[in-house]
């Protein structure tokens, strides 16, 4: 009953407070309509293979590879992020998305990353991801 609860309530929330993240996260989903999707933790949550993972309001998009439990690291990781929509609200896309998007697809980071060994989750966002994701569900994220 309180975990029925507390996920309408979360629901409600991403739709409300995080409507903007949670619209693109529709049209994403209609988009991805013919790929497997079930519900993770109260979000909805589609497998892709063309992607490691986005996160979009109510609704996270993550690799459809399972190897070495691959994708549920991720799936944390993403869930982590829609916490982030829920603190952030409206700011969500500006203080997330956005630096995410840049961090993650500018050759000049992904250069970066690669000479220097950086991580990828060495970037705000990404870890404080990680760190919400286990947090909240109590189980290893992506690293
Ligand atoms: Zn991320």
Excluded at 20 to 32: A, C, D, E, K, R
Excluded at 76 to 105: A, D, K, R
Aim: hydrophobic share 40%; aromatic share 16%.
């Amino acid at each position: 009953m309180l975990k029925t609860f507390s996920y309408a309530i979360y629901v409600i929330l991403q739709c409300t407070w995080g409507a903007f993240q949670t619209l693109l996260g529709i049209f994403y989903f209609i988009y991805s309509i013919r790929c497997k999707h079930y519900f993770y933790h109260g979000s909805i949550c589609t497998e892709r293979s063309d992607i490691g993972g986005v996160s979009l309001g109510l609704f996270i998009f993550v690799s459809d590879n399972h190897k070495d439990g691959f994708s549920e690291k991720i799936a944390v990781h993403e869930f982590g992020h829609t916490i982030q929509s829920l603190i952030l609200g409206p700011l969500y896309l500006i203080v997330i998305g956005l630096p995410s998007i840049i961090w993650c697809g500018l050759p000049f980071f992904k250069k970066m990353r690669r000479e220097k060994s950086v991580s990828y989750y060495d970037l705000y966002t990404e870890h404080w991801a990680n760190h919400l994701g286990e947090l909240v569900l109590k189980k290893e994220s992506a690293a």
